[in-house]
Protein backbone atom coordinates (compact mmCIF):
# COMPACT_ATOMS: atom_id res chain seq x y z
CA UNK A 1 0.00 0.00 0.00
CA UNK A 2 3.02 2.61 0.55
CA UNK A 3 6.49 2.88 -0.82
CA UNK A 4 10.12 1.79 0.44
CA UNK A 5 10.92 3.83 2.85
CA UNK A 6 13.92 6.08 4.08
CA UNK A 7 16.83 4.37 5.67
CA UNK A 8 18.09 5.87 8.97
CA UNK A 9 21.39 6.68 10.09
CA UNK A 10 21.13 5.52 14.15
CA UNK A 11 18.43 2.88 15.00
CA UNK A 12 17.84 3.00 19.23
CA UNK A 13 18.68 0.11 21.50
CA UNK A 14 19.02 0.16 25.18
CA UNK A 15 20.62 -2.33 28.08
CA UNK A 16 20.54 -3.53 32.04
CA UNK A 17 22.67 -4.46 35.55
CA UNK A 18 24.41 -6.29 40.24
CA UNK A 19 23.88 -3.74 43.12
CA UNK A 20 26.87 -0.39 43.54
CA UNK A 21 27.47 2.66 42.80
CA UNK A 22 30.45 4.65 40.62
CA UNK A 23 30.86 8.27 40.47
CA UNK A 24 31.68 10.24 37.43
CA UNK A 25 32.53 14.14 38.01
CA UNK A 26 31.69 16.87 35.60
CA UNK A 27 32.03 20.55 35.89
CA UNK A 28 28.48 22.15 35.05
CA UNK A 29 28.76 25.92 35.38
CA UNK A 30 29.61 27.30 38.72
CA UNK A 31 28.34 23.86 40.70
CA UNK A 32 29.74 20.15 40.13
CA UNK A 33 27.42 17.64 38.89
CA UNK A 34 27.89 14.19 39.39
CA UNK A 35 26.54 11.06 37.54
CA UNK A 36 25.93 8.45 40.06
CA UNK A 37 25.20 4.84 38.75
CA UNK A 38 22.96 2.25 40.44
CA UNK A 39 23.05 -1.41 39.05
CA UNK A 40 20.50 -4.47 40.07
CA UNK A 41 21.01 -8.03 38.55
CA UNK A 42 17.73 -9.15 38.02
CA UNK A 43 18.20 -12.25 35.70
CA UNK A 44 20.80 -14.62 33.69
CA UNK A 45 19.86 -15.93 30.91
CA UNK A 46 20.66 -19.58 30.25
CA UNK A 47 21.11 -21.66 27.25
CA UNK A 48 17.52 -22.66 25.53
CA UNK A 49 16.42 -19.21 25.11
CA UNK A 50 14.63 -18.12 21.97
CA UNK A 51 16.52 -14.64 21.53
CA UNK A 52 13.60 -13.75 18.76
CA UNK A 53 11.40 -13.93 21.80
CA UNK A 54 13.26 -11.85 24.60
CA UNK A 55 11.12 -8.36 25.13
CA UNK A 56 11.57 -5.41 27.37
CA UNK A 57 8.92 -3.44 29.62
CA UNK A 58 8.49 0.38 28.07
CA UNK A 59 8.98 1.39 31.67
CA UNK A 60 12.56 -0.59 31.58
CA UNK A 61 12.22 -2.38 34.92
CA UNK A 62 11.23 -6.41 33.48
CA UNK A 63 12.58 -8.21 30.66
CA UNK A 64 11.02 -11.40 29.74
CA UNK A 65 11.23 -14.14 27.24
CA UNK A 66 10.53 -17.74 25.92
CA UNK A 67 12.90 -20.95 26.58
CA UNK A 68 13.00 -24.49 26.18
CA UNK A 69 11.86 -26.58 28.69
CA UNK A 70 11.10 -30.71 28.79
CA UNK A 71 10.39 -30.43 24.95
CA UNK A 72 8.18 -27.56 25.86
CA UNK A 73 8.34 -23.97 25.72
CA UNK A 74 7.95 -21.62 29.19
CA UNK A 75 7.67 -17.93 29.98
CA UNK A 76 10.72 -16.63 32.11
CA UNK A 77 9.77 -12.72 33.40
CA UNK A 78 12.84 -11.61 35.17
CA UNK A 79 14.77 -15.01 35.72
CA UNK A 80 11.74 -16.52 36.96
CA UNK A 81 10.31 -19.62 35.05
CA UNK A 82 6.68 -20.16 34.52
CA UNK A 83 4.24 -22.73 33.55
CA UNK A 84 5.58 -25.55 30.28
CA UNK A 85 3.46 -25.16 27.25
CA UNK A 86 3.44 -26.79 23.62
CA UNK A 87 4.11 -23.41 22.27
CA UNK A 88 4.16 -19.94 23.25
CA UNK A 89 3.01 -16.97 21.51
CA UNK A 90 4.73 -13.24 21.54
CA UNK A 91 4.76 -11.70 24.77
CA UNK A 92 3.33 -8.40 25.65
CA UNK A 93 3.70 -6.21 28.55
CA UNK A 94 1.45 -3.57 29.34
CA UNK A 95 2.16 0.03 28.77
CA UNK A 96 2.97 1.02 32.48
CA UNK A 97 5.26 -2.00 32.08
CA UNK A 98 3.31 -3.47 35.44
CA UNK A 99 1.41 -6.28 33.26
CA UNK A 100 2.67 -8.88 31.41
CA UNK A 101 0.43 -11.73 28.86
CA UNK A 102 1.07 -13.96 26.15
CA UNK A 103 -0.91 -16.58 24.57
CA UNK A 104 0.07 -20.74 24.26
CA UNK A 105 -0.79 -23.89 23.26
CA UNK A 106 -1.15 -26.94 25.53
CA UNK A 107 -2.50 -30.24 24.22
CA UNK A 108 -4.58 -28.85 21.37
CA UNK A 109 -6.15 -25.80 23.60
CA UNK A 110 -5.43 -22.38 23.16
CA UNK A 111 -4.40 -20.63 26.52
CA UNK A 112 -4.63 -17.06 27.69
CA UNK A 113 -1.85 -15.99 30.42
CA UNK A 114 -2.64 -12.79 31.69
CA UNK A 115 -0.57 -11.48 35.23
CA UNK A 116 0.09 -15.21 35.43
CA UNK A 117 -3.44 -16.43 35.53
CA UNK A 118 -4.58 -18.97 32.59
CA UNK A 119 -7.82 -18.77 30.39
CA UNK A 120 -8.29 -22.17 27.90
CA UNK A 121 -9.97 -21.76 24.99
CA UNK A 122 -10.52 -23.95 22.33
CA UNK A 123 -7.83 -22.00 19.97
CA UNK A 124 -6.65 -18.55 20.46
CA UNK A 125 -5.03 -15.96 17.33
CA UNK A 126 -1.25 -15.39 17.11
CA UNK A 127 0.52 -12.11 17.68
CA UNK A 128 -2.99 -10.76 18.85
CA UNK A 129 -3.24 -9.86 22.23
CA UNK A 130 -3.34 -6.29 23.57
CA UNK A 131 -3.31 -3.77 26.38
CA UNK A 132 -5.22 -0.35 26.32
CA UNK A 133 -2.93 2.35 27.09
CA UNK A 134 -4.23 3.18 30.48
CA UNK A 135 -3.18 -1.17 30.91
CA UNK A 136 -6.09 -1.54 32.95
CA UNK A 137 -7.62 -3.65 29.88
CA UNK A 138 -6.62 -6.42 27.52
CA UNK A 139 -8.34 -8.06 24.90
CA UNK A 140 -7.00 -11.09 22.33
CA UNK A 141 -8.84 -13.55 19.69
CA UNK A 142 -9.70 -16.56 20.62
CA UNK A 143 -12.53 -19.65 19.19
CA UNK A 144 -13.13 -22.34 17.98
CA UNK A 145 -11.93 -24.33 14.40
CA UNK A 146 -15.00 -22.42 12.91
CA UNK A 147 -15.44 -19.36 14.35
CA UNK A 148 -13.09 -16.50 16.51
CA UNK A 149 -14.16 -14.02 18.75
CA UNK A 150 -12.57 -10.97 20.37
CA UNK A 151 -12.14 -11.96 24.34
CA UNK A 152 -12.40 -8.54 26.68
CA UNK A 153 -11.50 -8.13 30.29
CA UNK A 154 -12.43 -12.15 30.03
CA UNK A 155 -15.73 -11.88 27.90
CA UNK A 156 -15.89 -12.83 24.73
CA UNK A 157 -18.09 -10.86 22.33
CA UNK A 158 -19.69 -11.58 18.98
CA UNK A 159 -18.43 -14.79 16.99
CA UNK A 160 -17.32 -14.23 13.55
CA UNK A 161 -16.31 -16.34 10.42
CA UNK A 162 -13.14 -14.39 11.05
CA UNK A 163 -11.16 -11.36 12.34
CA UNK A 164 -9.21 -9.16 10.03
CA UNK A 165 -5.65 -9.47 10.63
CA UNK A 166 -3.93 -6.51 11.60
CA UNK A 167 -7.65 -4.63 12.48
CA UNK A 168 -7.11 -5.23 15.93
CA UNK A 169 -8.24 -5.31 18.88
CA UNK A 170 -7.53 -1.53 18.79
CA UNK A 171 -8.21 0.86 22.17
CA UNK A 172 -8.75 4.13 21.43
CA UNK A 173 -6.51 6.71 23.05
CA UNK A 174 -8.66 6.90 26.09
CA UNK A 175 -8.47 3.16 26.85
CA UNK A 176 -12.35 3.90 26.62
CA UNK A 177 -13.46 2.09 23.03
CA UNK A 178 -12.22 -0.72 20.93
CA UNK A 179 -12.40 -1.76 17.41
CA UNK A 180 -12.05 -4.24 15.17
CA UNK A 181 -12.78 -5.81 11.76
CA UNK A 182 -14.99 -9.05 11.48
CA UNK A 183 -16.27 -11.12 9.01
CA UNK A 184 -19.72 -12.82 8.87
CA UNK A 185 -21.62 -14.46 6.04
CA UNK A 186 -19.35 -13.81 3.31
CA UNK A 187 -19.49 -9.80 4.56
CA UNK A 188 -16.94 -7.32 6.58
CA UNK A 189 -18.11 -5.32 9.55
CA UNK A 190 -16.70 -3.08 11.46
CA UNK A 191 -17.00 -3.32 15.26
CA UNK A 192 -17.18 -0.59 17.47
CA UNK A 193 -17.71 -1.58 21.14
CA UNK A 194 -19.74 -4.54 20.16
CA UNK A 195 -21.70 -2.26 17.35
CA UNK A 196 -21.40 -3.66 14.02
CA UNK A 197 -21.53 -1.72 10.49
CA UNK A 198 -20.76 -3.34 7.61
CA UNK A 199 -18.20 -1.97 5.72
CA UNK A 200 -15.36 -2.96 2.70
CA UNK A 201 -12.29 -5.36 3.13
CA UNK A 202 -10.07 -2.76 5.28
CA UNK A 203 -6.46 -3.00 4.21
CA UNK A 204 -4.11 -4.36 7.23
CA UNK A 205 -2.69 -2.25 9.64
CA UNK A 206 -5.19 1.18 9.41
CA UNK A 207 -7.54 0.84 11.74
CA UNK A 208 -6.77 4.04 14.18
CA UNK A 209 -8.60 6.31 16.44
CA UNK A 210 -8.50 9.73 16.92
CA UNK A 211 -6.53 11.71 19.82
CA UNK A 212 -9.62 11.89 21.37
CA UNK A 213 -11.33 8.49 20.65
CA UNK A 214 -14.35 10.01 19.37
CA UNK A 215 -13.61 9.55 15.43
CA UNK A 216 -12.63 6.18 13.71
CA UNK A 217 -10.74 6.06 10.18
CA UNK A 218 -9.31 3.00 8.06
CA UNK A 219 -8.61 2.64 4.59
CA UNK A 220 -10.77 0.07 2.34
CA UNK A 221 -9.27 -1.33 -1.43
CA UNK A 222 -6.40 -3.80 -2.02
CA UNK A 223 -6.58 -7.22 -3.48
CA UNK A 224 -6.14 -5.40 -6.97
CA UNK A 225 -8.45 -2.71 -6.01
CA UNK A 226 -8.27 1.04 -5.53
CA UNK A 227 -7.65 2.44 -1.87
CA UNK A 228 -9.85 5.16 -0.29
CA UNK A 229 -10.36 6.31 3.08
CA UNK A 230 -13.51 5.98 5.49
CA UNK A 231 -13.88 8.04 8.21
CA UNK A 232 -16.74 8.61 10.22
CA UNK A 233 -18.44 6.20 7.98
CA UNK A 234 -17.82 8.99 4.79
CA UNK A 235 -15.90 7.12 2.23
CA UNK A 236 -13.16 9.28 0.41
CA UNK A 237 -11.98 9.58 -3.63
CA UNK A 238 -10.30 6.87 -4.52
CA UNK A 239 -6.14 6.30 -5.09
CA UNK A 240 -4.07 4.27 -6.92
CA UNK A 241 -2.13 4.03 -3.21
CA UNK A 242 -2.09 5.25 -0.02
CA UNK A 243 1.03 5.99 1.83
CA UNK A 244 1.66 3.13 4.67
CA UNK A 245 0.72 4.53 7.98
CA UNK A 246 -2.61 5.52 6.59
CA UNK A 247 -4.27 9.00 7.92
CA UNK A 248 -2.99 11.01 10.66
CA UNK A 249 -5.41 13.01 12.97
CA UNK A 250 -4.80 16.42 14.20
CA UNK A 251 -4.22 17.24 17.84
CA UNK A 252 -7.66 18.34 18.36
CA UNK A 253 -8.94 15.29 16.74
CA UNK A 254 -10.61 17.76 14.19
CA UNK A 255 -8.79 17.58 10.98
CA UNK A 256 -7.04 14.88 8.93
CA UNK A 257 -4.25 14.60 6.27
CA UNK A 258 -2.93 11.47 4.51
CA UNK A 259 -0.61 11.03 1.36
CA UNK A 260 -1.58 9.00 -1.74
CA UNK A 261 -0.93 8.66 -5.10
CA UNK A 262 -2.90 8.50 -8.73
CA UNK A 263 -1.65 7.98 -12.13
CA UNK A 264 2.05 7.77 -11.05
CA UNK A 265 1.92 10.91 -8.80
CA UNK A 266 1.76 11.73 -5.27
CA UNK A 267 0.69 14.09 -3.27
CA UNK A 268 -0.87 15.53 0.53
CA UNK A 269 -4.61 15.09 1.30
CA UNK A 270 -5.33 17.66 3.86
CA UNK A 271 -8.83 17.60 5.17
CA UNK A 272 -10.47 15.99 2.40
CA UNK A 273 -8.81 18.11 0.07
CA UNK A 274 -6.22 16.79 -2.28
CA UNK A 275 -2.77 19.66 -3.09
CA UNK A 276 -1.76 19.48 -7.01
CA UNK A 277 0.79 22.06 -7.03
CA UNK A 278 4.04 19.59 -6.47
CA UNK A 279 5.91 16.49 -8.58
CA UNK A 280 6.23 14.46 -5.09
CA UNK A 281 5.56 14.76 -1.87
CA UNK A 282 7.77 12.99 1.22
CA UNK A 283 6.79 9.44 2.10
CA UNK A 284 5.41 10.36 5.48
CA UNK A 285 1.80 11.68 6.81
CA UNK A 286 1.89 15.48 6.83
CA UNK A 287 2.58 16.44 10.49
CA UNK A 288 -0.16 18.72 12.37
CA UNK A 289 1.15 21.49 15.09
CA UNK A 290 0.21 21.40 18.63
CA UNK A 291 -2.38 23.69 18.07
CA UNK A 292 -4.11 21.78 14.92
CA UNK A 293 -3.77 25.06 13.15
CA UNK A 294 -0.82 24.84 10.53
CA UNK A 295 0.36 21.32 8.42
CA UNK A 296 3.67 20.76 6.77
CA UNK A 297 4.67 18.36 4.37
CA UNK A 298 7.97 17.77 2.34
CA UNK A 299 7.38 18.37 -1.44
CA UNK A 300 9.32 18.01 -4.49
CA UNK A 301 9.26 20.51 -7.34
CA UNK A 302 11.39 19.43 -10.26
CA UNK A 303 14.62 18.53 -8.68
CA UNK A 304 14.27 20.38 -5.69
CA UNK A 305 12.51 19.33 -2.20
CA UNK A 306 11.40 21.85 -0.36
CA UNK A 307 8.85 22.37 2.99
CA UNK A 308 5.24 23.34 2.75
CA UNK A 309 3.15 24.92 5.49
CA UNK A 310 -0.33 25.30 5.23
CA UNK A 311 0.32 25.12 1.58
CA UNK A 312 3.12 27.94 1.55
CA UNK A 313 6.54 27.21 0.28
CA UNK A 314 8.90 28.54 3.45
CA UNK A 315 12.41 26.89 2.54
CA UNK A 316 13.48 26.96 -1.19
CA UNK A 317 17.43 27.65 -0.42
CA UNK A 318 18.15 23.96 0.24
CA UNK A 319 16.62 20.42 -0.34
CA UNK A 320 14.52 19.50 2.37
CA UNK A 321 13.73 16.32 3.77
CA UNK A 322 12.41 14.27 2.51
CA UNK A 323 12.04 13.36 6.54
CA UNK A 324 9.43 15.13 8.04
CA UNK A 325 9.47 18.41 10.20
CA UNK A 326 8.75 18.05 13.71
CA UNK A 327 6.52 20.90 16.34
CA UNK A 328 7.56 21.67 19.76
CA UNK A 329 4.47 21.83 22.39
CA UNK A 330 4.88 25.61 21.58
CA UNK A 331 4.75 25.81 18.08
CA UNK A 332 8.80 26.36 16.90
CA UNK A 333 9.26 24.14 13.98
CA UNK A 334 12.61 21.96 12.86
CA UNK A 335 13.37 20.25 10.04
CA UNK A 336 16.28 18.94 8.16
CA UNK A 337 18.01 20.71 4.62
CA UNK A 338 20.59 19.12 2.57
CA UNK A 339 23.11 20.50 0.43
CA UNK A 340 26.16 19.73 -1.56
CA UNK A 341 28.20 20.40 1.54
CA UNK A 342 26.20 17.95 3.83
CA UNK A 343 23.18 18.29 6.06
CA UNK A 344 21.81 20.49 8.68
CA UNK A 345 18.96 21.04 10.99
CA UNK A 346 16.80 24.52 10.77
CA UNK A 347 15.31 25.47 13.72
CA UNK A 348 12.82 27.80 13.85
CA UNK A 349 13.93 29.00 10.50
CA UNK A 350 17.92 28.97 11.70
CA UNK A 351 20.31 27.32 10.18
CA UNK A 352 22.19 24.74 12.20
CA UNK A 353 26.14 23.47 11.69
CA UNK A 354 26.32 21.41 8.55
CA UNK A 355 27.17 17.46 8.73
CA UNK A 356 27.45 14.74 6.57
CA UNK A 357 24.28 13.12 7.79
CA UNK A 358 21.76 14.13 10.24
CA UNK A 359 20.51 10.83 11.95
CA UNK A 360 16.73 9.63 11.78
CA UNK A 361 15.13 9.05 13.88
CA UNK A 362 17.08 10.94 16.63
CA UNK A 363 16.07 14.20 16.47
CA UNK A 364 13.23 16.54 18.63
CA UNK A 365 12.16 18.83 21.06
CA UNK A 366 11.97 18.57 24.87
CA UNK A 367 8.62 18.36 26.15
CA UNK A 368 8.23 21.91 27.47
CA UNK A 369 9.22 22.96 23.79
CA UNK A 370 12.83 24.86 25.03
CA UNK A 371 15.48 22.98 23.97
CA UNK A 372 16.35 20.67 21.17
CA UNK A 373 18.58 17.61 20.53
CA UNK A 374 19.89 15.81 17.14
CA UNK A 375 22.49 13.35 16.16
CA UNK A 376 24.94 14.88 13.57
CA UNK A 377 27.09 12.47 11.67
CA UNK A 378 30.86 13.61 10.96
CA UNK A 379 32.86 11.18 8.66
CA UNK A 380 32.41 7.57 10.85
CA UNK A 381 31.41 9.21 14.04
CA UNK A 382 28.17 10.30 15.57
CA UNK A 383 27.84 13.46 17.53
CA UNK A 384 24.73 14.41 19.78
CA UNK A 385 24.04 18.09 19.99
CA UNK A 386 21.70 19.76 22.26
CA UNK A 387 20.89 23.55 22.28
CA UNK A 388 23.14 23.94 19.34
CA UNK A 389 26.28 22.96 22.20
CA UNK A 390 28.40 19.09 20.44
CA UNK A 391 28.73 16.56 22.72
CA UNK A 392 32.03 14.10 22.20
CA UNK A 393 32.02 12.07 19.15
CA UNK A 394 31.32 7.46 19.30
CA UNK A 395 31.16 5.53 16.76
CA UNK A 396 27.48 4.99 16.93
CA UNK A 397 24.78 7.04 18.92
CA UNK A 398 21.56 5.65 19.67
CA UNK A 399 17.84 6.71 21.43
CA UNK A 400 18.89 10.07 22.83
CA UNK A 401 15.93 11.34 24.75
CA UNK A 402 14.86 14.12 27.22
CA UNK A 403 14.10 13.84 31.00
CA UNK A 404 10.12 14.52 31.21
CA UNK A 405 11.30 17.88 33.26
CA UNK A 406 12.99 19.07 29.98
CA UNK A 407 16.27 20.05 32.45
CA UNK A 408 18.47 16.68 31.40
CA UNK A 409 18.85 14.44 28.26
CA UNK A 410 20.58 11.09 27.86
CA UNK A 411 21.90 8.69 25.17
CA UNK A 412 23.37 5.69 24.11
CA UNK A 413 26.95 5.59 22.61
CA UNK A 414 29.30 2.73 21.51
CA UNK A 415 32.80 2.85 21.89
CA UNK A 416 35.00 0.26 20.08
CA UNK A 417 33.02 -3.51 21.20
CA UNK A 418 31.28 -1.51 24.56
CA UNK A 419 28.03 0.70 24.81
CA UNK A 420 28.08 3.26 27.71
CA UNK A 421 25.19 5.68 28.33
CA UNK A 422 25.73 9.34 28.87
CA UNK A 423 23.65 11.95 30.59
CA UNK A 424 24.78 15.58 30.08
CA UNK A 425 27.88 14.58 28.85
CA UNK A 426 29.01 12.58 31.34
CA UNK A 427 29.90 9.00 30.71
CA UNK A 428 28.55 5.55 32.87
CA UNK A 429 29.50 2.43 33.15
CA UNK A 430 30.90 0.36 29.93
CA UNK A 431 28.48 -2.78 29.50
CA UNK A 432 27.81 -5.12 26.50
CA UNK A 433 25.15 -3.68 24.71
CA UNK A 434 21.35 -3.48 25.50
CA UNK A 435 19.18 -6.20 25.49
CA UNK A 436 16.72 -5.99 22.41
CA UNK A 437 14.23 -3.48 22.42
CA UNK A 438 15.55 -1.57 25.57
CA UNK A 439 15.54 1.64 26.02
CA UNK A 440 16.06 5.05 28.56
CA UNK A 441 13.61 5.93 29.95
CA UNK A 442 13.46 9.31 32.05
CA UNK A 443 12.11 7.60 35.70
CA UNK A 444 11.83 11.33 37.40
CA UNK A 445 13.68 14.56 36.55
CA UNK A 446 16.87 13.40 37.66
CA UNK A 447 16.95 9.66 36.78
CA UNK A 448 17.26 7.76 33.73
CA UNK A 449 16.89 3.64 33.38
CA UNK A 450 17.43 1.19 31.13
CA UNK A 451 18.27 -2.62 30.82
CA UNK A 452 21.53 -3.65 29.89
CA UNK A 453 23.87 -6.72 29.29
CA UNK A 454 26.84 -7.88 31.02
CA UNK A 455 27.69 -10.91 29.43
CA UNK A 456 24.91 -13.34 30.08
CA UNK A 457 23.64 -11.41 33.02
CA UNK A 458 20.16 -8.51 32.42
CA UNK A 459 21.27 -5.65 34.93
CA UNK A 460 18.68 -2.48 35.46
CA UNK A 461 20.55 0.11 35.56
CA UNK A 462 19.79 3.69 36.87
CA UNK A 463 21.57 6.91 36.13
CA UNK A 464 21.29 10.22 38.73
CA UNK A 465 22.53 13.40 38.08
CA UNK A 466 23.42 14.72 41.42
CA UNK A 467 23.91 18.60 42.10
CA UNK A 468 26.46 18.74 44.85
Not at 107 to 112: C, D, S, T, W
Amino acid sequence: MGRRRASVLAAGLTMVGALYCLGCVAEAGSSKTRLVTREEEIAEVRPGVVVPSIVVSPDSRHIAWVAARDGGKCVLLDGVEGKAYDGVDTIVFSPDGARVGYLAWRGGKGVAVVDGVEAEHERVGKECLVFSPDSRRVAYLAGSSEKMSVVVDGVAGQEYDGILHGSGPTFSPDSQHLAYVGKREGKWRLVLDGSETECEEVAVDTLAFSPDGKRVAYVVGGSGKRFAMVIDGVRSNEYDQIEKGGLAFSPDSQRTACVASRDGKWFPVVDGVEVHDFDDVGPFAPAFSPDSKRVAYMAKRGEKWSLVVDGAEVQREDNVGPFPPVFSTDGKMAYIVTTKGGSAMVLDGNKGRTYDGIGVPGYGFSPDGQRFMYVGQRGKKSIVVVDEVEGKAYDVVAAPIFSFDSKHFAYLAVRGEKWVPVVDGMEGKEYDGPWPGAKLVSVNPSVFRILVRNKLRVVRVELEVVQE
